[in-house]
Nanobody, 129 residues
């Protein structure tokens, strides 16, 4: 059975850093597109970053470029999102998602795709000003 479990969220001051983890089980993350999404209170879910480990590709939306880094650890079957220089507007529940259609990373944007096959339950990131 496929599972994605996010962790690493918490409360941080503006300018601080957090690293989120997405632990995958039931499949090999290396063979999938793995995306990070977030949903702020009262707002629509939006794409943040995507990685296709087997293709060696990553994608970031404009609002997080230069501040967030997505990476994977094959041995741990885990994908990470390192977040630096956090801003109050980064406050959201962060979700990871996985799909065998690797091209999803090539079309990734703030607007999706949202048809990823598997989703985690999310981890809350709160950035105080």
């Amino acid at each position: 059975e496929v599972h994605l479990v996010e962790s690493g969220g918490g409360l941080v001051q503006a300018g601080g850093s957090l690293t989120l983890s997405c632990a995958a089980s039931g499949f090999t993350a290396d063979d999938y597109a793995i995306g990070w999404y977030r949903q702020a209170p009262g707002k629509e879910r939006e794409g943040v970053s995507c990685i296709s480990p087997s293709e060696g590709t990553t994608h970031y939306v404009e609002s997080v470029k230069g501040r967030f880094t997505i990476s994977d650890d094959k041995a741990k079957n885990t994908v990470y999102l390192q977040m630096r220089s956090l801003k109050p507007e980064d406050t959201a529940v962060y979700y990871c998602a996985a799909d065998p259609r690797k091209y999803y990373c090539h079309i990734f944007s703030e607007n999706g795709p949202y048809g990823m096959e598997h989703w985690g339950k999310g981890t809350l990131v709160t950035v105080s000003s």
